[in-house]
């Protein structure tokens, strides 16, 4: 039962991780790479506050403050790199955000008072498995409100046609930055609920394989889609594990079936699962 | 005058792309850009809307120097464009196309989408509305909620005009309205500039390699060969202007 828990929990972070980098890579277009970063920032501080400076009130309110240093920080990490990086366009601006995501695991090694290359330890346990939905709600409800109103429009329109954008009276920087610094906080939440319900935090957990892991969620599902972003996040965390419970034999191949079956899903729908289309509720549609 | 350029020039390093251009446009003319390809046409646009700066010269619109801003500054100022090969936005509806036009005349934070609150609700109303206005009047209502990318052409090309005109613009710049249409559609093409012309109180100022319709729709022409202004006047002058045909034909042998 636990590590049915545990699945869902690692689910629900995923999923705030995707629907996050898909503001920045699917809605706004902008390839980055440096989610993990984004994701160790929040992490760290969020558990820097729980071990050294936590506030006597109940859990839950520390949790939400946690989540709202993690926020913070993770999005002025997104100002302090987006704003000279974003003038860098497709693979140059994914090269350079790789880069710092790198840079932020390596300062993390490097800072003995979070444990260095040891592992940051005794981080209390304030999130569980009802929080961590509550965000991942609270984040599906942000993007979505978001791209239904003229900002979020402006953000997918970078996307669409840059040059047409600006004509249109967008000030494309402006929204380029401001989907990256919401992205960058998002991604700061999931990594203070991951650091308050794992209680343990490493270095080697954010590489820049975590980076291309959510990456792929987000493309599994299809760029530029929340529900697509959603599936794809269910989908890459749960797989793994449903290959492992199916005999000894698959058990041993899963990571083969796991890359087999990423490659046949891209060759069927390389658009992704969802493309760039929504689940819909019917009374969540836009009225025609 | 609303938009006026002053010795304009735009260099790429030794290439002289345009030279000392002057344009005038008046509170509602409906002037005409022509010339042979590669001559510095878009390059004139490009720079009036702020994508290339000038190399030297200033450019007023309503007695207030445009270079160096923005481009998105220079259409809030009151500057619209379409392009010469269509710039929609492709993926998205042709309703979220015009709405999105109307992105700089919309009065409402972050907080108030996020949320939903009322002055969302009640901007967004406004904004469809207006949308929806416009989009009946260039006979685009049916197709409101069609991807744009799956618009047959010559609707996508007025879509474009559309959208332009949701930015509320003073003067409009068509690229090459006609490019690409066939005879009908320019006809109706022409009507529909002189009916916008007349219904928004706007100037427009055209770029077109379509004779026919420059003839028919533009009150003053401007003749532009390699960067240079070669003449200027009404249709009927330039037609039998020598160094329009020159520039179009090629000088007579001696």
């Given at each position: ?6 699945l869902?929990l690692s ?9 996050s ?5 699917g809605q706004c ?17 969020s558990?820097?506050?729980g071990v ?6 109940p859990?839950f ?6 989540c ?5 920080c ?5 100002v302090i790199i987006?704003v000279?990086c ?12 790789l880069?710092f995501?790198e ?10 008072i ?6 940051f ?8 498995l ?13 993007c979505?409100?978001l791209?239904?109103?003229?900002h979020?429009r ?5 996307r669409?046609d840059?040059i ?5 009276g967008?000030?494309?920087?402006k ?5 990256f610094?919401l992205?960058a ?5 999931a ?12 270095p ?5 394989m975590?980076?291309?892991?959510i ?12 529900s ?8 890459l ?8 419970l199916?005999?000894?034999?698959i058990?041993?191949?899963r990571?083969?079936?796991y ?18 289309k ?9 009225p025609? | 005058?609303?938009l006026?350029?002053?010795d ?6 030794g290439l ?19 010339g042979?390809?590669?001559a510095?046409k878009t390059t004139i646009?490009n ?8 190399t030297e010269g200033?450019?007023?619109?309503n007695g207030?120097?445009?270079v160096g ?5 220079i ?5 619209a ?6 710039r929609?936005?492709k993926?998205?509806s042709?309703?979220d196309n ?11 934070g972050?907080a108030a ?5 009322k002055?969302y609700?009640?901007?967004?109303q ?14 685009l209502?049916?197709n409101?909620?069609?991807i744009?990318?799956?618009?047959p052409y010559g ?7 559309a959208?332009?005109l ?10 090459e309205?006609?490019a690409g249409?066939?005879p009908n559609e320019?006809?109706?093409l022409s ?5 916008v012309r ?5 100037a427009?100022l ?7 319709l420059?003839?028919n ?8 060969d390699?960067?240079?202004?070669i ?6 002058e330039?037609?039998?202007d020598?160094k ?7 000088q007579?042998?001696?």
């Open positions: 039962m636990e590590y049915f828990a545990h869902a689910a629900g972070i995923f999923i705030i991780l995707s629907v980098l898909n503001l920045i890579n277009g902008q390839f980055s790479l440096g989610h993990a970063g984004f994701w160790a920032i929040g992490a760290y501080t558990a820097y506050y050294y400076h936590p506030l006597p009130v859990d309110i520390n949790l939400f403050i946690g709202g240093i993690g926020f913070i993770a999005a002025l990490a997104g987006g000279p974003l003038r860098l366009r497709g693979d140059y601006l994914a090269i350079a955000t880069g995501s840079i932020i695991r390596i300062i993390i090694i490097n800072l003995d979070v444990g260095g290359p040891r592992g330890t005794n981080i209390p346990n304030w999130s569980n009802g929080w961590v939905y509550l965000w991942v709600a609270i984040t599906i409800i942000f979505a409100n791209v239904r109103g003229t979020g402006a953000i997918i329109s970078i669409e840059e047409a954008a600006e004509s249109m967008i000030f494309t920087f929204y380029k930055s401001l989907a610094i992205g906080g998002f991604a700061g939440i990594g203070s609920l991951f650091a308050h319900s794992q209680q343990f935090l490493h080697n957990g954010f590489t820049f975590w980076s291309v892991i990456l792929l969620m987000v493309i599994l599902g299809g760029l530029g889609s929340i697509g972003s959603v599936i794809g996040a269910i989908i965390t749960l797989l793994p594990e449903v290959l492992r199916m005999g000894e034999t058990a041993n191949w990571m083969v079936i890359s087999l079956l990423l490659i046949f899903l891209m060759l069927l729908r390389p658009s992704g699962i969802m493309g760039k929504e689940f819909n509720l019917p009374f969540l549609r836009e025609r | 005058m609303i006026e350029t002053k304009i020039t735009m260099r790429f390093g002289v792309a345009v030279d000392k251009m002057n344009i005038q446009l008046g509170e509602n003319d409906l002037v005409g850009v022509i042979p390809n590669g510095g646009f720079m009036i809307t702020g994508i290339y700066k000038p200033d450019i007023f619109l207030q120097n445009m801003k923005h481009p998105a500054h259409t809030q100022a009151g500057i464009r379409t392009f010469q090969n269509i929609l936005f993926n998205l042709v309703l015009i709405r999105l036009a109307a992105h700089s005349n919309t009065k409402y972050l989408n996020i949320f939903k609150t002055s609700k009640v901007e967004e406004r904004i469809k509305d207006e949308a929806f206005e416009l989009l009946k009047i260039f006979n209502e049916d409101a909620y069609k744009s990318r799956n618009l609707q996508q090309r007025r879509l474009e005009i959208r332009a949701a930015t509320k613009p003073k003067v409009l710049l068509l690229d309205p006609a249409m066939n320019t006809a109706e009507e529909l500039i002189k009916w007349k219904e928004f109180k706007i427009i055209l770029i077109e390699h379509d004779m026919k420059v003839m729709v533009c009150e003053r022409i401007y003749v532009v390699y960067g240079v202004l003449a200027q006047g009404a249709p009927t330039i037609q039998n020598p329009v045909i020159e520039a179009y034909l090629g007579e042998v001696t």
